[in-house]
Nanobody, 118 residues
């Protein structure tokens, strides 16, 4: 299983970016796809999730600004980020969790840098 994260870049405060996480397998086989981020000098933190059946969840700090969505035909999950703030600066990673009979397996993409600065 491979996850390819892309779409990061440098933007000014208030700007927007759309991150993409392209999976090498059908999204219908993945129980949960999540976006995490790791700000400079801090721990990695959960940002948003989307699960089989379309259920989504975003953490409070981004709930009014970010949207997570999926295109099953393209095996891709998106993170639409609007009204970006300096505090959103981080490396963003996508993560996929499979629930197998033997237990849970998870896979990580390589990360994409988001820098919000004036």
């Amino acid at each position: 299983v491979q996850l390819q994260a892309s779409g990061g870049g440098a933007v000014q405060p208030g700007g927007s970016l759309r991150l993409s996480c392209a999976a090498s397998v059908s999204l219908s086989t993945i129980n949960t796809v999540a976006w995490y981020r790791q700000p400079p000098g801090k721990m990695r933190e959960l940002v948003a999730t989307t699960s089989i059946g379309g259920r989504t969840n975003l953490v409070d700090s981004v709930k009014d600004r970010f949207t997570i969505s999926r295109d099953n035909a393209k095996n891709t999950v998106y993170l639409e980020m609007n009204n970006l703030k300096a505090a959103d600066t981080a490396v963003y990673y996508c993560n996929a969790i499979f629930i197998r009979p033997t237990g849970a397996e998870d896979y990580w993409g390589q990360g994409t840098q988001v820098t919000v600065s004036s």
